[in-house]
């Protein structure tokens, strides 16, 4: 055994770690790993896998399923097309015919998926260098010795599991900063003013709802400002105040741990405002509920996209992005839905974390710029609203 290929497996690993790519899935027994970086615009993903072939047909078989990994990967990132490239390090080449496998790309109808395939073995293992080489843009190897032992295996190997566990300890590092506190202090102020409203006369009352502080347009342009706010403690009926505590204590959690109290405590309030100044102004119904602040929530976490595209997707993002939408369209199709405030909570949520930024990662010109148009924003809808109330009379 001259443990050169499995050298040159750790060494292409840690080369293309080093050049920017970042782990998606690695086997357990560390003979398969997935690597993203879709800033490299011809191989944002490369699927690497050490194995000593014998047969031709377990390449085809492996190469569809790489291809419908891929296309699992390509959905999950919401690409349009997706190009992988599937390297296998094999000390032998198979017993029988297998070249034609590797000189054309493979793509499974109606998918948009395409995958390239190169087979490092034996002599003709610098002609795929040479070919990865040309392909990449860069050599990834350096220079190749015959022989390698154990322990520089060992090392290598090793290197690049300190470097997958320092990235990923970074990554949950981003999303778990701090423990939530205001999460659950905003969910006991609603559930508290539920239980009030009920003791008063009940939630679906329209006079409780007026004396708790709802949103109504007639009383805003009277005067009463702090309408603005009190809305987002208020519910009308069980089953909207279940909802949207639910809501609260997942994605409020999230983002707290994401962006800290002080910023959720910003984050939330200014969605939340931006709500009901969306609401005030297309909507004369009077309402009430946390809705504009939860889409709050909502707009923070695609500005952490925004900022941390990678682990955005890597993590959370197709989940949130999809429940967005799928919000967004209940709230045009169901009737008695204020979707003006959630889209305007969304906005608002995506400006105020812009304004407060991620922690440690601060700058100055971008939130002078978040704070310029949120100003703008807020003073443009409440300049309409107050010239041109929506008003039921």
């Avoid at 990132?77 to 790309?105: A, G």
């Avoid at 009940?202 to 702090?226: H, M, Q, R, T």
């Avoid at 909507?283 to 939860?294: C, D, L, V």
């Amino acid at each position: 055994m001259t443990n050169r290929e499995d050298y040159l497996y750790w060494k292409l690993i840690h080369s293309l770690f080093i050049d920017g790519y970042r782990i998606l899935n690695i086997s357990e027994d560390q003979t398969e790993i997935w690597l993203e970086n879709f800033s490299h615009r011809k191989l944002p993903i490369i699927r690497i896998k050490r194995k000593d072939i014998d047969w031709a047909n377990w390449i085809k078989q492996d190469i569809k399923r790489t291809c419908m990994n891929g296309e699992m990967i390509r959905k999950r990132f919401l690409k349009r097309n997706l190009t992988c490239l599937n390297i296998y390090i094999s000390t032998y080449p198979p017993v029988d015919s297998y070249q034609d496998l590797f000189t054309r790309s493979f793509q499974i109808d109606k998918t948009k998926t395409v995958v390239r395939n190169i087979l490092f073995t034996g002599r003709h293992l610098m002609d795929s260098i040479f070919q990865i080489t040309n392909l990449y843009g860069k050599d990834l190897f350096g220079s190749i010795k015959q022989e390698y032992d154990l322990y520089e295996v060992d090392l290598i190997r090793r290197d690049c599991l300190a470097l997958f566990h320092g990235a990923e300890k970074k990554e949950k590092q981003l999303l778990n900063r701090t423990n939530p506190f205001f999460t659950y202090l905003f969910l006991s102020i609603q559930l508290l003013v539920f239980f009030l409203m009920e003791l008063a006369g009940g939630s679906l009352n329209p006079n409780v709802l007026i004396s708790f502080g709802a949103k109504s347009n007639e009383y805003i342009i009277e005067g009463e400002w702090w309408r603005f706010i009190t809305p987002m403690f208020i519910h009308i009926g069980f089953i909207h105040l279940l909802f949207n505590s639910l809501a609260l204590y997942y994605l409020g959690s999230m983002v707290e741990r994401i962006y800290g109290k002080a910023r959720f405590f910003i984050i939330y309030l200014l969605a939340g405002f931006l709500g009901t100044v969306s609401s005030f102004i297309f909507n004369y119904h009077i309402s009430a509920g946390a809705s504009g602040a939860i889409f709050g929530l909502f707009g923070a976490l695609l500005y952490f996209g925004l900022v941390h595209k990678r682990t955005f997707f890597r993590t959370i993002g197709v989940n949130i992005i999809g429940l967005i939408v799928i919000n967004l369209v209940l709230g045009f199709v169901i009737p008695g839905i204020d979707n003006a405030g959630h889209i305007g909570g969304l906005i608002g949520g995506f400006l105020a974390a812009g304004i407060v930024h991620l922690p440690q990662n601060q700058s100055s010109h971008q939130r002078f710029l978040f704070i310029v148009i949120t100003f703008l924003l807020i003073t443009g809808c409440l300049y309409y609203g107050y010239t041109y109330p929506k008003l039921l009379y």
